[in-house]
């Protein structure tokens, strides 16, 4: 059958309708996906990315931080820090992405032994003059280990302290990357060194009695208070993973540190309780396993 010109025309039409409809919708659809032009592509481009190899670290913590009892009796020893020091034994955080020359000249230990987290934000406040690329936060165990369980800083204090030396970091130095360390389980240190006559006369010196005090008493109340303050450790490592996690250059291990197997020999031969150089070393090797990944723990 013969079609007439009228009816060629009007199909035309619909034709060219149909094809604008289709243009008008998909434009509809990417604006609503991304917005104006450009600029869902403009966010993702501006969003922080984590910077795998730092050129420069600042170190806030407490004694672990400063080496502790890791080269002497009682004594700091910041050269063996898992986070800045420059002892070959450990190899330092530093060390492994600086290099051993660069890591001297490019790496600022402000941790100070016996801190907790009320100190936190003046040594960040000191940090951030540095502008360091990476910042490495390890604090909370003194705040476990105190001379009762009922001492203990209360968990929502310690939240609030984190999230405010975060913040204050932030505002002083937007750039740098912040590296968050789990609090060790101080459980574990105690099951390591409990068994030994000499380890137990060392630790009524008076180090972390929350934990340490009576080390074999098996009674109720013994074991309450140390699963008491384990408890309290693993609510603090939350708050150091919720709080982190609101920030975007911000990295927390995910648990490494307070899962981690330390063993006797690891420990300091001088308290059987704080990282010797080879708990220090280990420290290191997980900070710098999680610093360089591409994407943080799960």
């Not at 059958?1 to 039409?13: D, L």
């Not at 490019?106 to 910042?135: C, E, F, I």
């Not at 505002?171 to 030994?196: C, F, I, N």
């Amino acid at each position: 059958m013969r079609t007439t010109a009228p009816r060629r025309r009007a199909r035309r039409a619909l034709a060219g309708a149909g094809v604008a409809v289709a243009v008008l919708a998909a434009s509809l659809t990417a604006c609503d996906e991304s917005g104006p032009a450009g600029e869902g592509e403009r966010g993702a481009q501006s969003a922080p990315r984590w910077n795998t190899a730092p050129t420069s670290i600042a170190a806030v913590g407490d004694s672990i931080t400063r080496g502790f009892d890791a080269c002497s009796v009682l004594a700091d020893c910041p050269e063996a820090s898992w986070s800045t020091g420059n002892d070959p034994l450990v190899r330092s955080l530093a060390a492994r992405l600086l290099g051993e020359t660069q890591a001297q000249a490019r790496s600022w230990n402000y941790a100070v032994t016996g801190s907790r987290m009320a100190d936190l934000s003046a040594q960040l406040t000191a940090a951030a003059g540095h502008k360091p690329d990476l910042v490495t936060v390890m604090v909370g165990s003194n705040d476990a280990c105190r001379p009762t369980a009922s001492s203990m800083t209360p968990v929502a204090e310690f939240r609030e302290g984190f999230d405010k030396a975060l913040k204050e970091l932030r505002a002083a130095s937007p750039a740098s990357q912040v590296y968050v360390s789990s609090v060790p389980d101080l459980q574990r240190l105690w099951e390591q060194g409990k068994d030994s006559p000499m380890v137990r006369q060392i630790w009524k010196l008076g180090i972390c009695q929350s934990m340490l005090a009576e080390p074999l008493s098996a009674t109720a109340g013994a074991t309450a208070r140390r699963e008491q303050v384990r408890a309290r450790v693993v609510e603090y490592n939350e708050v150091l993973r919720e709080v982190c996690g609101k920030d975007a250059l911000c990295r927390y291990d995910g648990g490494a540190v307070f899962q981690y197997p330390f063993a006797a020999d690891q420990l300091s031969h001088w308290d059987w309780f704080h990282p010797g150089k080879d708990g220090q070393a280990r420290l290191a090797e997980l900070a710098h396993r999680q610093v360089t990944a591409a994407e943080p723990p799960r």
